[in-house]
């Protein structure tokens, strides 16, 4: 306060007390005379007010120095404080926010080609696993299924007649068999025969000897006779003895010469049947050799088998895919199609998100990884929700990202492109950094929503 507006201050307040001081009525002779001595009395006690004003400015204006050096100190030292507990906390629980909410999500396509009869879902819809999602006309994979399950009864139907006249092949070999085995007997029986045959051949012709001996004696016998009886030494009836045995004898020759002869053709005949076994045999076992190779097998129809059975799983498989449920617990997301839509195999119809799973992907500076390490806790702020905050867990931190052109370069084939100039502002690359979000509000969370990650230290390991 200056001396100027001390005094006109010290002027208003006297202006009051003199006008308290005039009468109220009409003016008296001893008030005009006291007046003097109390205008004295007033300046008096102005005199001593100013006074006690002056000192006081005084004092204030010696203490008003040390006292605005003492604030300035205070708030510099304050500052300073806060600026290092913030800097300390920002390098020892990395904050960021360059971070964004991620779940994963799949592309919900058919497996089978047709138009969908049912869409119970709408767009933006949660829906839990095994839920039914949209359903692809069954009818043509139905009869495919149909077909297959047919086409196998069938073969094995043919398999039954084919084993059957196996059976059937099998029987006329064994009757082969049989037949080989009596003609055989049969030609053993011959070899008997021939054996036999042939002993009495033996027999007729040491028969036909002992006749042509007995023959030659009786003939001997007559000639030795007949020159006796011209002489009287033998009488007619001797030689007619004589020549009766000889004729016995020589009729014996010829019986025995024909049994002979007998004999030797029977043991032809026995040979010549021999012969015809034999070839029998041999026609029997050509007959038992060509049904053995005639004898159908089962395998080119049962190796048919696991094929039409391959059908019909695949049949039953597409049957089954025409129904198309949810595979996890989530939400359907950018449905744009209706029933009747003809839908093609791996053409996606809609996305599904993934709830069971949240992650907040955020992207920390390169210098803040040093304090981000697997398993370490974070805190989590979404823009949409700041009064909630989550509780996640590092699950993951980024070994890599796109390098920047200007400064490594474009990597091609060849020799590597350098620029030529520098830039002398060197901004620290981002990685990304996956924190999952611990009991996640699914029906709060969206993909691509912006967040807030601040990492506090943990005992685990950086990798």
């Given at each position: 306060m200056t001396e100027d507006n001390r005094t006109d201050a010290n002027q208003e307040q006297a202006k009051p007390d003199e006008q308290q001081n005039q009468p109220s009525g009409p003016p008296q002779l001893d008030?005009?005379?006291?007046?003097?001595?109390?205008?004295?009395?007033q300046q008096s006690n102005q005199q001593q007010q100013q006074d006690e004003e002056d000192a006081h400015d005084e004092s204030f204006r010696k203490s008003r120095p040390v006292a605005g050096w003492l604030v300035f100190a205070g708030v510099v030292l304050l500052a300073s404080v806060v600026a290092l507990i913030a800097v300390s906390r920002a390098v020892v629980n990395p904050r960021t926010d360059d971070a964004e909410v991620f779940a994963n999500f799949i592309g919900m396509a058919p497996q089978v080609d047709g138009p969908i009869m049912q869409l119970p879902i709408r767009d933006n819809q949660y829906v839990k696993a095994g839920d039914l999602l949209f359903v692809v006309d069954e009818r043509p994979y139905r009869y495919a299924l149909e077909r297959a399950t047919s086409q196998q009864a069938a073969l094995e139907g043919q398999i039954e007649d084919r084993r059957r006249s196996i059976n059937s092949q099998i029987s006329g070999i064994h009757v082969a068999q049989a037949n080989i085995a009596s003609s055989t007997s049969n030609r053993d029986a011959l070899s008997a025969t021939i054996a036999e045959a042939e002993a009495s051949v033996a027999d007729a012709r040491a028969a036909l000897r002992r006749a042509e001996a007995d023959r030659d004696y009786a003939a001997d016998n007559l000639h030795r006779l007949e020159?006796?009886?011209?002489?009287?030494?033998?009488?007619?009836?001797?030689?007619?003895?004589?020549?009766?045995?000889?004729?016995?004898?020589?009729?014996?020759?010829?019986?025995?010469?024909?049994?002979?002869?007998?004999?030797?053709?029977?043991?032809?005949?026995?040979?010549?049947?021999?012969?015809?076994?034999?070839?029998?045999?041999?026609?029997?076992?050509?007959?038992?050799?060509?049904?053995?190779?005639?004898?159908?097998?089962?395998?080119?129809?049962?190796?048919?088998?696991?094929?039409?059975?391959?059908?019909?799983?695949?049949?039953?498989?597409?049957?089954d895919n025409c129904r198309v449920y949810a595979p996890f617990d989530g939400y359907i997301t950018n449905?744009?199609?209706?029933?009747?839509?003809?839908?093609?195999?791996?053409?996606?119809?809609?996305?599904?998100?993934?709830?069971?799973?949240?992650?907040?992907?955020?992207?920390?500076?390169?210098?803040?990884?040093?304090?981000?390490?697997?398993?370490?806790?974070?805190?989590?702020?979404?823009?949409?929700?700041?009064?909630?905050?989550?509780?996640?867990?590092?699950?993951?931190?980024?070994?890599?990202?796109?390098?920047?052109?200007?400064?490594?370069?474009?990597?091609?084939?060849?020799?590597?492109?350098?620029?030529?100039?520098?830039?002398?502002?060197h901004l620290a690359a981002r990685y990304p950094v996956r924190i999952r979000i611990e009991s996640p509000p699914s029906s709060l969370l969206r993909i691509g929503e912006t967040a807030v990650a601040v990492v506090h230290p943990a005992r685990a390991s950086v990798q």
């Amino acid at each position: 306060m200056t001396e100027d507006n001390r005094t006109d201050a010290n002027q208003e307040q006297a202006k009051p007390d003199e006008q308290q001081n005039q009468p109220s009525g009409p003016p008296q002779l001893d008030s005009s005379r006291n007046r003097p001595q109390e205008n004295q009395q007033q300046q008096s006690n102005q005199q001593q007010q100013q006074d006690e004003e002056d000192a006081h400015d005084e004092s204030f204006r010696k203490s008003r120095p040390v006292a605005g050096w003492l604030v300035f100190a205070g708030v510099v030292l304050l500052a300073s404080v806060v600026a290092l507990i913030a800097v300390s906390r920002a390098v020892v629980n990395p904050r960021t926010d360059d971070a964004e909410v991620f779940a994963n999500f799949i592309g919900m396509a058919p497996q089978v080609d047709g138009p969908i009869m049912q869409l119970p879902i709408r767009d933006n819809q949660y829906v839990k696993a095994g839920d039914l999602l949209f359903v692809v006309d069954e009818r043509p994979y139905r009869y495919a299924l149909e077909r297959a399950t047919s086409q196998q009864a069938a073969l094995e139907g043919q398999i039954e007649d084919r084993r059957r006249s196996i059976n059937s092949q099998i029987s006329g070999i064994h009757v082969a068999q049989a037949n080989i085995a009596s003609s055989t007997s049969n030609r053993d029986a011959l070899s008997a025969t021939i054996a036999e045959a042939e002993a009495s051949v033996a027999d007729a012709r040491a028969a036909l000897r002992r006749a042509e001996a007995d023959r030659d004696y009786a003939a001997d016998n007559l000639h030795r006779l007949e020159p006796l009886l011209a002489r009287q030494f033998a009488t007619v009836d001797q030689v007619d003895q004589a020549r009766t045995l000889l004729e016995t004898r020589t009729r014996a020759v010829q019986q025995a010469e024909a049994q002979v002869a007998v004999s030797e053709a029977h043991v032809q005949t026995t040979r010549s049947h021999y012969t015809q076994s034999g070839a029998d045999v041999e026609q029997r076992e050509a007959q038992r050799d060509q049904a053995v190779n005639g004898v159908e097998t089962l395998a080119p129809l049962t190796n048919q088998r696991e094929e039409r059975a391959a059908a019909i799983r695949t049949a039953q498989y597409n049957l089954d895919n025409c129904r198309v449920y949810a595979p996890f617990d989530g939400y359907i997301t950018n449905l744009t199609t209706s029933v009747g839509e003809y839908v093609h195999t791996g053409s996606q119809v809609f996305t599904m998100i993934d709830a069971r799973v949240w992650w907040v992907v955020a992207n920390f500076r390169e210098t803040q990884l040093n304090h981000v390490a697997l398993g370490s806790p974070a805190d989590l702020f979404l823009m949409s929700h700041e009064n909630l905050p989550l509780r996640g867990v590092v699950e993951s931190i980024g070994h890599g990202v796109t390098p920047d052109p200007s400064v490594a370069g474009v990597v091609s084939p060849g020799l590597p492109a350098i620029e030529r100039s520098l830039s002398w502002v060197h901004l620290a690359a981002r990685y990304p950094v996956r924190i999952r979000i611990e009991s996640p509000p699914s029906s709060l969370l969206r993909i691509g929503e912006t967040a807030v990650a601040v990492v506090h230290p943990a005992r685990a390991s950086v990798q």
